[in-house]
């Protein structure tokens, strides 16, 4: 029996995900389809993969080392096919995009919607989390990442900086009046990102040109996961937050949040594009990554004055409906 390029694509899911129901769910699969492809796999390798259980499926030590020589051939493939495709076609196939939640959803989704008016023949699927996620291992053709680059083996693209701004609520300051100086912030409740260490959070450049960050001890009463929902606990008024200004223009502008030590200089965030390494970047994954930052821009479009009189997300829309 010979192996299938389509059962070592569905081994390769269900190894990222653990599970035969979520990897049916991603490729709009039955799941006898994926246990068939799967089983059928196993035969052509005379070998078990999985073990299985009623509740659990867990990969044998040959899956786990087969996975490791198999991807980045499979990811060639697919590289290859897409490349000669495209000489002769319009951009086509399926681009796996991943992004951090709020992003996504304040502005990236706008820019993919129309992309995909622009490429009717692409499919796209989007998955947003704020957790750094691996572009090779879970199958990405492309992402976005906010911050410091971790992964140095990513290809990346700079799409902008985005200063990051304390703020607070009005209520906030009226019941515990504003710090003067980054000596007295460390005594003020926060709100802070448990995705990144408190410590790394909150720095600050340092007036001496030469010198090193300086950081500030915080302690947070509150701890999330999302930079929306931080935004949205500074506005009913539990303490300092520190939010790149992709999140906190849209509130500032409103005036339901309000800056704290406008003086200020917190570390800022830049904004990627990023793919894993390749010898050939796939149109799909070209066009998408130019589209977005033709139409983010640097600065940025929710730091632009009419993007801060008239809604970030709304002057977003309008740019990416715009020619060009």
Known sequence: MKWRFDDLVTFLDVMETGSITMTAARLNLSKSVVSKRITDLEAALGTQLFQRSPRKLLASDNARAFVERVRPLVREIIEAADTVGERYSAIRGTLRITAPMTFGTFYLSRLIADFARQYPDLEIAVELDDRMVDLVKGGFDAGIRIGILKDSSLIARKLCTDPRVICCSPA??????????????????????????????????????????????????????????????????????????????????????????????????????????????????????????????????????????SGGREAMESRAESPG
């Open 172 to 309: 906030f300051a009226a019941a515990n009046g504003l710090p003067q100086n980054l000596g007295e912030l460390g005594s003020y409740a926060c709100i802070d990102y448990s995705n990144v260490n408190t410590s790394q959070l909150w720095q600050f450049e340092n007036p001496a040109a030469s010198g090193e960050p300086i950081s500030v001890a915080m302690h947070g009463r509150i701890v999330a996961n999302n930079g929306e929902a931080m935004r949205d606990m500074a506005i009913a008024g539990l303490g300092l937050v520190l939010l790149p200004m992709f999140i906190a223009a849209e509130a500032l502008r409103r005036g339901t949040l309000i800056k704290v030590l406008p003086e200020a200089r917190p570390l800022p965030y830049r904004i990627y594009a990023v793919y894993p390494p390749t010898r050939h970047v796939s149109a799909k994954v070209r066009a998408f990554i130019d589209h977005v930052a033709r139409h983010i821009g640097d600065p940025p479009i929710w730091q632009m004055p009419d993007a801060l009189q």
